[in-house]
């Protein structure tokens, strides 16, 4: 029986010994969209949510590990590197991104492609397709004992952070733009940023960053929706062109990190311009095509000014004063009656 | 306890009493629809009294009227599942009868419009349409009529077929199936064609039964424009 188990354990002993080094990527299955998107536009794994987590057999060996996080664009036919670590040598165990860093694995060297992770970043979300590979080299990061890879795909490229009001190409009046957005989990403050585009040629984001702000980066704090009126930094001007972006400060190390909607344009309105004085042409002849009710008596004696009117539908969506007229033209005879509350 | 128990047992009996009753033999009695959802101003009545608001729920026995108003909707529904939207300024007046074997019902629409989607009909029971001017036999079918205060009839088939015979003059009958209309008039002439697009969208508008609002807030108080908005 003694010499059963002395045989035994020395299989298990020479079995160890013979063992070839392996490393196995876990990636949490139950991985929010969110929780990868701060990983991954974030230069800081330890501050970065546990995402991943490296289960690394070398037992009593001095190891090294290098780890890779790259991206496939939609549409895209090639991965690119966003970031990419290599720690120092550590005695090999068991462990997790937010580990890295830490007393016993340091990291030795690194790096992030700043300008695809603000890509990343003004896509709200993860987009496209990330492939992490990790990889277990000996103490001299010379000899690469195993690695190992996940792909995570992300199809759906609906924005986290979306605008809901104002609306890309409509026509707003200067005294009446609500700024509404989608809240997000995890922001502990929102920021609008919105400026004058000039010229219409400029991108987006050029007009953004290099137009006079209008409104520079406020913090709104954690409200989803505002009057652009009561943040401006200066008045709107009548028939311009306006770009706005609304960013959401989410909570974490070092003051936390940004999540940046889409930047939407919208137009104001001027009083002046024959389309504006068309407008208000028709939105008399379509109410008096309803009949004699309030709305269009106040209208029609000049007591209502359109800049000073709010119109949603009943789902709580904005209207323009634009998109009211032609709703109610091209269902007058649907309209059943108009009341005062 | 014994009494209890006498008292339980009449309770029962009487309950199976009351619920194998047949149906009552007096017609006017039956009651033939619903009346799902009223729009604005919606009436009815009974051949022997005067017109009362109607209001949701409001059970409908053979020979009873109803009638909208301006810019008014009423959606009745049938104890077969068909139902007919009865559109603005319209006067239906609705017939249900209990036959030996199968039901019979009969819609007799004056003047307006009306949608009508009729569930497949069972062989012994018969959906009926009449206008002033036609008799309209339908089957699994839906579509729409519109009756102009002349009593000259039009009639839109979306879906499935109608068989339509005029009632006076030269009494000419047809068969109108799916994405064609008919028009009868006066002199009892039945003509069918492909329905126009003023045709369609009207038969499709007369699905619009969801009443809707847009809120205007301004500073002198908070309005609401109602609308009829589709299903």
Redesign the interface.
């Known amino acids: 029986m003694k010499s059963l188990k002395i045989f035994v354990l020395s299989i298990i002993f020479v079995t160890s010994l013979f063992a070839q080094p392996s490393i196995r990527l876990i990636v949490f299955p139950e991985l929010t969209t969110m929780d990868f998107a701060n990983f991954a536009t974030l230069n800081d794994l330890q501050g970065a949510p546990r995402v991943f987590c490296a289960e690394i057999n070398a037992p009593n060996q001095t190891v090294v590990m290098k780890g890779d996080v790259e991206w496939k664009k939609v549409g895209a036919s090639d991965f690119v590197t966003i970031a990419w670590f290599i720690t120092r040598p550590f005695l090999s165990r068991n462990l997790c991104n937010d580990d890295i860093g830490n007393v016993d694995v340091r990291i030795y060297d690194h790096y992030a492609n700043t300008d695809l992770i603000k890509e990343n970043m003004r896509f709200g979300k993860p987009t496209g397709e990330y492939r992490l590979t990790v990889y277990l080299y000996d103490s001299t990061s010379q000899n690469l004992l195993s690695s190992d890879t996940r792909t995570l795909i992300f199809l759906n490229p609906a924005q986290t952070l979306t605008i809901i009001n104002p609306r890309t190409n409509q026509t707003y009046d200067a005294g009446n733009i609500l700024v509404e957005w989608t809240p997000i989990s995890g922001a502990s403050d929102y920021y609008i940023k919105a400026s004058d585009r000039s010229d219409p040629n400029q991108s987006l984001e050029e007009a953004l960053q290099r137009g006079i702000p209008l409104v520079n980066d406020r913090n709104v704090g954690l409200v989803t929706s505002i009057n652009l009126r009561d943040i401006l930094e200066r008045e709107l001007r009548p028939g311009s062109e306006i770009v706005l972006q609304v960013s959401a400060n989410i909570q974490g190390p070092a003051g936390g990190r940004r999540i940046y909607s889409e930047i939407v344009n919208f137009s104001i309105f001027n009083p002046e311009s024959q389309y504006y004085q068309q407008l208000i042409t028709r939105f008399n002849n379509v109410l008096n095509r309803l009949g004699e009710n309030?709305?269009a008596r106040?209208f029609r004696d000049g007591?209502?000014?359109p800049s000073?009117?709010?119109?949603?539908?009943?789902d709580g969506t904005i209207?323009t004063f634009e998109e009211?007229i032609n709703?109610?033209e091209m269902?007058a005879?649907?309209?059943?009656?108009?009341?005062?509350? | 306890m014994k009494n209890l128990k006498l008292l339980v047992t009449i309770l029962i009996l009487s309950l199976i009493i009351t619920a194998f009753q047949p149906l009552p033999n007096n017609p006017s009695a039956y009651n033939a629809a619903i009346v799902l959802k009223v729009?604005?101003d919606v009436k009815h009545k009974k051949p022997t009294t005067n017109w009362i608001n109607t209001k949701p729920a409001t059970q409908l026995e053979t020979a009873d009227q109803l009638k909208t108003g301006s810019?008014s909707v009423a959606v009745v529904r049938f104890v077969d599942g068909s139902s007919l939207r009865v559109r603005e300024n319209t006067t239906i007046t609705i017939f249900a009868d209990k036959k030996e074997r199968g039901l019979l019902k009969n819609t007799k629409i004056d003047v307006g419009k009306m949608r009508f989607d009729v569930e497949k009909q069972q062989e012994e029971d018969e959906f009926i349409i009449t206008t002033p001017t036609a008799v309209a036999t339908i089957r699994g079918t839906s579509g729409f009529v519109n009756v102009d205060e002349n009593g000259q009839t039009l009639l839109v088939v979306e879906t499935g077929v109608v068989d339509v015979r005029a009632l006076f003059g030269a009494q000419q009958s047809g068969t109108v199936e799916a994405g064609n209309s008919s028009f009868i008039n006066l002199e009892g002439n039945v003509t069918i064609n492909s329905s126009t697009e003023q045709d369609l969208n009207e038969a499709r508008?007369s699905m619009?039964t969801n009443?809707?609002?847009?809120?205007?807030?301004?500073?002198?108080?908070?309005?609401?424009?109602?609308?009829?908005?589709f299903e």
């Open positions: 309030e709305l106040l007591q209502l000014d000073k009117i709010q119109i949603r539908k009943e209207m009211l709703f109610i269902n005879n649907n309209i059943l009656r108009i009341v005062k509350d | 729009i604005q810019k508008n619009r009443e809707k609002y847009i809120q205007i807030q301004t500073p002198q108080g908070t309005f609401r424009v109602y609308y009829l908005d």
